[in-house]
T-cell receptor, first 116, second 116 residues
Framework: KNQVEQSPQSLIILEGKNCTLQ??????????LRWYKQDTGRGPVSLTI?????NTKSNGRYTATLDADTKQSSLHITASQLSDSASYIC???????????????FGRGTQLTVWP | DTGVSQDPRHKITKRGQNVTFRCDPI?????LYWYRQTLGQGPEFLTY????????KSRLLSDRFSAERPKGSFSTLEIQRTEQGDSAMYLC??????????????FGPGTRLTVL
């Protein structure tokens, strides 16, 4: 069964600290993995995307890693800011052979709260 | 703003009433997706259009739900005889015809439905 599991479910950190969010998936065949940030009451916004051949991708203070062998990904946030408070969702894309439809499998997200 | 827009942003209705939501995708995007997201969960796929053709529907899309994209541009999602369990955030996303590896979906801000 294709699944995406994220941990922790929620996390509270102090402003300026670093944190790492985890994503494990069983989606196969795997095409790409994406991390989204979703502010409360808003739609998700893409932070990073990695294919199976990439093992790290950075976007400012966000760095995503991918181990396609163990089917694990992490999102590291450095020097956290209050505006980082949001839900971070791991999304894995699955492509059927001979199809152009990419099915997205969403994790439940990690709710990050940054305190001053 | 040339992103995905949704209307209304919030809808409160009484059980048994019908509601209709609208999504305007990014203008050059051929594909349009509808998702439902409940509190603390990741988005769940509902249905998908390529131009005006509805190519896939999730089992979550009961016969009370109907989606249209009549001219291949904006889309509407209608829920008939709403139930309290329909309360959720309804997200719309759009994408261009994807390359094999990258299927960037851009999300709208969502419509928050509350059924009393």
């Amino acid at each position: 069964k294709n699944q995406v599991e994220q941990s922790p479910q929620s996390l509270i950190i102090l402003e300026g600290k670093n944190c790492t969010l985890q994503c494990n998936y069983t989606v196969s065949p795997f095409s790409n993995l994406r991390w989204y940030k979703q502010d409360t009451g808003r739609g998700p916004v893409s932070l990073t995307i990695m294919t199976f051949s990439e093992n790290t991708k950075s976007n400012g203070r966000y760095t995503a890693t991918l181990d396609a062998d163990t089917k694990q990904s992490s999102l590291h946030i450095t020097a956290s800011q209050l505006s980082d408070s949001a839900s971070y969702i791991c999304v894995v894309t699955h492509f059927d052979r001979g199809s152009t439809l990419g099915r997205l499998y969403f994790g439940r997200g990690t709710q990050l709260t940054v305190w001053p | 703003d040339t992103g995905v827009s949704q209307d209304p942003r919030h809808k409160i209705t009484k059980r048994g009433q019908n509601v209709t939501f609208r999504c305007d995708p990014i203008s050059e995007h051929n594909r349009l997706y509808w998702y439902r997201q409940t509190l603390g969960q990741g988005p769940e796929f509902l249905t998908y259009f390529q131009n005006e053709a509805q190519l896939e529907k999730s089992r979550l899309l009961s016969d009370r739900f109907s989606a249209e994209r009549p001219k291949g541009s904006f889309s509407t999602l209608e829920i008939q005889r709403t139930e309290q369990g329909d309360s959720a955030m309804y997200l719309c996303a759009s994408s261009s015809l994807p390359s094999f590896s990258y299927n960037e979906q851009f999300f709208g801000p969502g419509t928050r439905l509350t059924v009393l």
